[in-house]
Structures are given as structure tokens and as C-alpha cells.
């Protein structure tokens, strides 16, 4: 039995959501966007006894109004000799858990093949509370150790443990009880006469030392503790780091899962806390090869990029918080659907070649800016910056697609996960040169001409949806760019007049700059010699950066004046 969707709904601050569980998923955000909700959901419907309180003082409710705090598990990998093998619809379970606030209680009820959602049992409840389980593993990982808690995870695995292998005949407590009778006899019945000898044995009393608790295995238990070995050295658990805890902690659930004959969740709260790059890498790879096996599922809250570059991007659950009416903020959760690349067309491997192994804060950006190069990135992070606008101190994420055809693997991604962006790309995505090819499709000046009309794509109606306005920037970016401009920006795009550096060289300022800075002679100071001969050299980052820095926003191509006002907006 394992989770295969969980839904919520009215529960802390997320008013609706969904979610598909597979056997290891991250749940990414910024601070304070709803992580712990996720998480929280769970603990209520495996482990309502921890989470009832937080509904009865209002902690776990939406709103004070009405509504009903619901969460909604579907099942599958449903055993024949399950309880729920007669629920089975399309080879799922589903079990609803409501709070009821009169009675306040947890209710459960399940979805019948009429599909109407019946109570669940007391048998029924029993049997889901063991068949599956959740643990939620906190970032304090030294509760582990907790054995004097009857309700700690090293007592519940010894019970467990001993249930298991010794049901029939304790051998142990025989043992336990020898070994107390000796040391009874060589220690404590001489201390019990020393005491006596002072001053009771005189008025007819006797000194016994005995245990206060009746004897068995259990002795030994409240007093044990995990330690790890490195060499000839030991180290308390709580004395490690995160990772080593976090991987002793699965080790202990899966164990404990084994034991008890049933799957566990295990959700594990920053498990990257304390570690060092390589480290979280090897700790990402552990989980995964953990998460391989049927037995377990786990997921994690993270804000690791560098565990969650490791994971195919339908595994992460994001989640962000918006304004809200009702409340202060209110969390939405994205993620992207089995069928995803189905759904757009994408190659799956050409996809995870463009993202596996980039960095992967765009998932905790409050705005995503996206370029075609590394170099459009930098001229554009300088040019905002000379206006006094840091964007990576507001927030702001930049994507490099590394070519203009990766352009449809990132906009998708962006458009599933309804993450705030602004595309900077080159007018040749939109329109095809007027001669077919670059080299032959120039003015008398050098600079590109294009045909008048979009390229047959399918991403460019996508990109721009109303066909009204798309059709006014198909004219305009013939005939005017310069109005194409103040319509762009409604589909948070900005496209350039050319390029990057052909738009930069198309102003006085911007070519006068650069014959200076290349030292061109005066008889071939014209943007035919620039474009033809040094073509490649006027690409270069200093030789942009040139023009950034030494030119006043007046003297700064329309495109570039556009991206300052997209960004000035966003502070």
C-alpha cells in the first residue's frame, strides 16, 4: 500500500492543492511559503492524535469561517488480503479525513465503487493506521535516541523487536534477572548492612536494596542510545551531522517497517542541514537508492539546490505563497504532471539535458529572468545594476537556455509551475531572415532583415495567446518596433530590434564606444566593418559591458530602456 495522490484542502494556509507522491519527491519553496503544511497534512491523517490540538486551537484551519479542513489520500499497490481490496476503483483506494468541528474529532470515511464516500470502520481505520504509516523526521535528528518516551522511535522498534522474536518464550528476563542477583549479592546486600550497622540494626530494622521496578529486558532499554563508529572513535548520533542522522533515521524506519509488516512514509525536514555540497550529493544519492526499494517512500522539505538538481522535476513539489483575502497569504502548490512532456511534445532526454545539473534556484525565485546566453545574461545584470537595480538581492533568478531551441523546455516548465518570468530573446525567433539565412539577408548597413511575418511555430501562440495583440506585434515587429515594445511586456516578453549586440550597435553611442574600444581606424568606422569583420569580437562580454557602462539611459537602444522599466516595476 503506498500513496499514490494526496489532496488538501481548507488546512493551514493552503485553500486547495494537489500533489502525486512517487518513491522520493521534495517539497521546495522560499521560507515561510507552506512547506511545513505539506507536511503537516500528513502527520494528520497517519497520526491524527499528534495533530488534533493544532485543530481544536485553530492552528491547522484555513479561516475561522466555515469551512471544512479535508484531506484526501489515494492509494494504490493494494494487497489482495487488504482490508481495502473491495474499494479498489481503477486499481485505487480513497480515504478522506475530515475535522469535525463540533465534535472535534478526526473523521475518516472512504470512497465505495458507487463511489459515495462511506464511515470507515473502527477495523477499517485500524487496519490503515497499520498497513501504512508516517513518520515526520524534524531537523533536531537526536530525538531518535528518545527511549524513555514510550512513544520514541528506538522504544517502538525494541517493542517491536521483542513482540517479534520472543512472543512465545522471554528467554531474556531469566537472564536479566541471574545477572541482577549477582551483582545483588556481591554489592548490594553488603551496602544494605553497611547502612544498617550505623544505626537501624540497634532498633530491630533492616536494610534491603532491591530494584524498584520488576525485572525483564526492559532494564536495559531506557539507558541505550545509538553511537557511530569511525575507526576507533565513537560518536553519539546527536553529535554527527545531519546527513549521517538523517540516514541512521531511515535505516531505524525501515527496520522498524520490516518488523511491523507495513510501508512507511518518512518525511524528513531539511536533511541537508549542516552539510557541505559533496555531501549532500552523496546524501541525495543514498535517499534515491533508499526510495528504490518497494518497502518506502520519502519525501523531503529542501531549499538544496544541489539536491534537488539530482531529481527529475516531476519528483519536486513546489510550493509559494500569495495574497489571500481570507488570510494573510494562502499557499498554491505546483508540479509537474506525469504526462508532461507528452502533453508539450518534449523530448524527455533532450529536457533533462538542459536541466539536470543546472542551478536550480529559479524553484525559490520570487521572478525568473530568462536569456538565450551567458553572455545576455551578464550585459542585462549590468545594465540593471547601473541603474541601481541588484537582482539577485530582489529575488530574481536567471535561466540561461544556452541556444534559442531550448526556449520551449523552459517556458513550459515555467508556464506548469506559474512561476513569475520575463523572456529576453532575439528577434529571430519570432521572424525568419528575408533571404532565408543570416549572411545574405542584411540593409546597406549591416544589419539583419527579416520577413513580415512569424515563423510557423508552435510555441510562438503560446508565448503570445490573443491573437489580436499577437497580430499588431506581428506588424510592429516588421514595421515599428519600438510599439511592439509596449505591447511585449503584457506577455512577459521583451524582444530585441535584432540582438543583444546588433541592438546595442545601432545607436551613435553604442558604435562610437566601440571603435574606440577596438581601436578602429577611422576609414573603417561604419557597422558594415563591425558586423562583417569583427563579428565575433563584438559579441565579447567586455566589449558590451563597454557600452553599458559608458552610455546614460538616453543613449540606450529602446530595447534595452524596456527591460529597465520591466525590472523598475518589479522592485
Known sequence: MKINKVEISKFRSIEKGEFNLTNLNAIVGQNNSGKSGIMRALNSFFNPNLELRFYNDGTNLFSTSYSVPRIIISFSNISQNSIFINYLINDIVKIKQEY???????????????????????DELKSLHTEIQFVLIPSERGLINNLENETGVLRNLFDKFFLENYSQRDTLTPKVKKAFEYFKDKALKKVSKGIESKYLAKRGFEI??????????????????????????????EECGSGIQSLVAISVYKYLAELSHSNFIIGIEEPEINLHPQAQKELIYSLVEESNNNDIQIVFTTHSTVLIDQLEHSDIILIRKIDCVKRKFKSI??????????????????????????????????????????????????????????????????????GITSLKYAFYLIKELALPKTFVVDKDFFLPYSNGKKSTSRDSNGFFKYKDTFKSTKLIPELLPIKAKRDLIEKYFFSNHTKSLQLTPDFDLICMNYNLEMDLLSTSNGKNLTYSYLNIDEENRNSNYLFENRDERIKDLDVLLNIINNSEKRNLPYSMRYIIKRFENLK
Open 333 to 402: 502548490i505546483k508540479q509537474l504532471s506525469n504526462t508532461f512532456w507528452d502533453d508539450y511534445n518534449l523530448d524527455k532526454l533532450k529536457y533533462n539535458k538542459f536541466h539536470r545539473f543546472r542551478n536550480s534556484d529559479f524553484f525559490f525565485a520570487n521572478h525568473i529572468l530568462v536569456t538565450e546566453s551567458p553572455v545576455d545574461s551578464e550585459v542585462i545584470r549590468n545594465l540593471l545594476l547601473k541603474d541601481r537595480i541588484n537582482i539577485e538581492k530582489n529575488g530574481v533568478s536567471v535561466l540561461e537556455l544556452g
Open 100 to 122: 469535525n468541528k463540533k465534535r472535534k474529532k478526526l473523521d475518516y470515511s472512504i470512497l465505495d465503487v458507487n463511489k459515495k464516500y462511506k464511515v470507515l470502520t473502527d
Open 208 to 237: 534491603t536494596i532491591d530494584s524498584k521496578y520488576p525485572l525483564s529486558y526492559e532494564l536495559f532499554i531506557n539507558d541505550l542510545a545509538i553511537k557511530i563508529s569511525e575507526g576507533d572513535r565513537f560518536f553519539k548520533l
